[in-house]
């Protein structure tokens, strides 16, 4: 059994996240704190102690080890012609927007999304067409009539679809992504499937990759994969890119190469070749994230009825509506910090629909999830009473 109770000190190691100060609970940007396998350790602690760190190759094995995680986990065999490395997954799809989509295009997004996706697009000089979630009952769909709309438009040559769907959890259906892949199709919109939460899914149920689904999906599309959220090593920076049609594909390579995203350091293979043959690590760290998830339901449920966590089958990553108390996230998250140290997300950085949620990471200590639930309900008890 891996003890992910076990405390992590992630203070004075220049930590994104942790770079806040003491009394703090920072629960926002999307990495864990939990310690990664030892395997992992291990094999970086040996390419560490042999002492050169020069320039890398990708030998083959990297390949081979994403082939196989794929297939024993996802069930979805790849080809070893249609992967290349890059150093991230938001460096790679900035790079496919610049490389695929020419400026002032359309770039399609289904809102409430990852904010960064907004600056892929925003900063390359193309706009973002907004197309938000039905959310009804507490519950989100894809509005297919809006989305046809936007992906006629024209001016439209991209989506780009996160798969799970980060920030709401949802892992979509087979009909979703084979809908999703014939309109694009039929529109001649390419679409850039982002996967990296796709082995974080609630324990015994996994996520359908979008290139196994249909020959519409396989043959119009760029699929980002990492091990990076999985096994908490975003800081080595490395990702993979799946494309199935060669031409698409040598777009995209000669993208990665003028961008100069394709080469891995010292560690990125050594650590994705360890991580992937890691299966019980990730099979336990599902376990204890979906408690963590349990128990911060129950808790909502009997202690502050007034917000309420929307069903999520897939990331770390809760997304709460807390409309009933206030529709200005921002404020909100802003007193949470302010008033009880808690760091979490507004949701409207994830798009205008948004407004009136939060973001909340939960790959942590149980300890710090219990601490956490405390400083929400002080925080959301002074806040009503401000
Ligand atoms: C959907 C999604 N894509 C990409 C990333 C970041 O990927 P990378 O660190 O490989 O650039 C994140 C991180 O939170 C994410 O949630």
Known sequence: MINFDEKTNRFNVNSLKW??????????????????PVEVEEALIKRVNQGCYGYNIIPDSWKDSIINWWNKRHNFKMEKDWLMFSTGV?????????????????????????????????????????CPLKYENYEYQIDFDMLEEA??????SMLIFCNPHNPIGKIWSFEELKKIGELCYKYNVLVVSDEI?????????????????????????????SPTKTFNIAGLQSSAISVVNPLIRHKVYRGINTDEIAEPNSFAITAVEAAYKCEYWVDELRE???????IFKEYLEKELPMIHL????????LWVDI???????????NFLRKETGLYITPGDEYGKSGRGFVRINIATQRENIYDALTRLKNGINKFLNK
């Not at 400026?103 to 289904?110: M, N, T």
């Not at 979008?210 to 599309?221: G, L, P, Y």
């Not at 929307?310 to 990553?317: C, F, P, S, V």
């Open 19 to 36: 770079d806040v100060n003491s009394n703090e609970l920072p629960m926002w940007v999307a990495d864990m704190d939990f310690r990664s």
């Open 90 to 130: 938001v460096p790679s799809i900035s790079s496919i927007v610049r490389k695929l989509t020419s400026p002032a295009e359309k770039v399609v997004l289904l809102t409430p999304v990852y904010n960064i996706f907004f600056n892929s697009i925003y900063n390359n000089g193309r706009y973002i067409y907004e």
């Open 151 to 156: 992906l006629s438009d024209p001016q439209t």
């Open 197 to 225: 939460h796709c082995d974080i899914t609630r324990p015994n149920l996994e996520y359908i990759p979008f290139q196994s689904v249909s020959k519409e999906c396989r043959e119009n599309s760029i699929v980002c994969i």
């Open 288 to 294: 204890y994230i979906y408690e963590n998830r349990r």
């Open 310 to 317: 929307i069903e999520g089958d897939a990331t770390y990553l």
């Open 323 to 333: 409309k009933n108390i206030t529709n200005d996230s921002k404020e909100f998250c």
